[in-house]
């Protein structure tokens, strides 16, 4: 049996999950969210708290039992606390601003890039060198967090571009300068 199957998941108040033949849907303040559980997965709900079963066993099953212990819990902490993300714009000049649904990025570019926000997925722009990407789903939060720091990734040099707020660059150093002393071969 799986470690991470066994615990049981607390549900907190304002969250409610009900069960649909194979589908789980979650509902909280933040949002609504639904997965498709597969056969060897069961469900029990027992008051404030939430277990995950498996009917076969073997290594396939624990897989399944820890996998989808996790993704339940990760829904249930997203439609009641939601996730975040936050990212830094590094470089002179390098700015974000929101129009809309529309995110507008100058990262270093001839022209602004121009990224549209996904449904469920809110931005923030406090400054406009940083950004807070939140959501309802953990995984479409951390898929537009990176496919915006893919637009322009941290170079190693100067640093420039779009990072995580925690993330540390390591920085290589630039083409050493000759020296006064060296020969002119």
């Given at each position: 049996?799986?470690?991470?199957?066994?615990?049981?998941?607390?549900?907190?108040?304002?969250?409610?999950?009900?069960?649909?033949?194979?589908?789980?849907?979650?509902?909280?303040?933040?949002?609504?969210?639904?997965?498709?559980?597969?056969?060897?997965?069961?469900?029990?709900?027992?008051?404030?708290?939430?277990?995950?079963?498996t009917?076969?066993?073997?290594?396939?099953?624990?897989?399944?039992?820890?996998?989808?212990?996790?993704?339940?819990?990760?829904?249930?902490?997203?439609?009641?606390?939601?996730?975040?993300?936050?990212?830094?714009?590094?470089?002179?000049?390098?700015?974000?601003?929101l129009?809309?649904?529309?995110?507008?990025?100058s990262?270093?570019?001839?022209?602004?890039?121009?990224?549209?926000?996904?449904?469920?997925?809110?931005?923030?722009?406090?400054?406009?060198?940083?950004?807070?990407?939140?959501?309802a789903?953990?995984?479409?939060?951390?898929?537009?967090?990176?496919?915006?720091?893919?637009?322009?990734?941290?170079?190693?040099?100067k640093?420039?571009?779009?990072?995580?707020?925690?993330?540390?660059?390591?920085?290589?150093?630039?083409?050493?300068a000759?020296?006064?002393?060296?020969?002119?071969?």
């Amino acid at each position: 049996m799986s470690r991470i199957g066994r615990t049981p998941i607390t549900i907190p108040a304002g969250v409610k999950i009900r069960a649909e033949e194979a589908t789980l849907f979650v509902e909280g303040g933040k949002g609504k969210l639904s997965i498709v559980l597969p056969p060897a997965i069961l469900v029990t709900t027992e008051g404030e708290k939430m277990k995950v079963a498996t009917k076969e066993e073997g290594k396939t099953g624990r897989m399944m039992h820890g996998l989808y212990r996790a993704l339940i819990a990760n829904m249930v902490q997203g439609v009641s606390a939601g996730f975040s993300k936050e990212l830094e714009i590094v470089g002179v000049g390098y700015r974000a601003s929101l129009q809309g649904k529309q995110l507008n990025l100058s990262v270093g570019f001839s022209h602004p890039v121009v990224v549209s926000i996904p449904e469920g997925i809110t931005v923030e722009v406090p400054k406009p060198t940083f950004l807070i990407v939140k959501g309802a789903d953990r995984q479409a939060v951390g898929q537009f967090a990176a496919n915006l720091r893919g637009i322009a990734p941290p170079e190693p040099y100067k640093g420039k571009g779009i990072k995580y707020a925690n993330e540390v660059i390591r920085r290589k150093a630039g083409k050493a300068a000759t020296g006064a002393g060296a020969k002119a071969g």
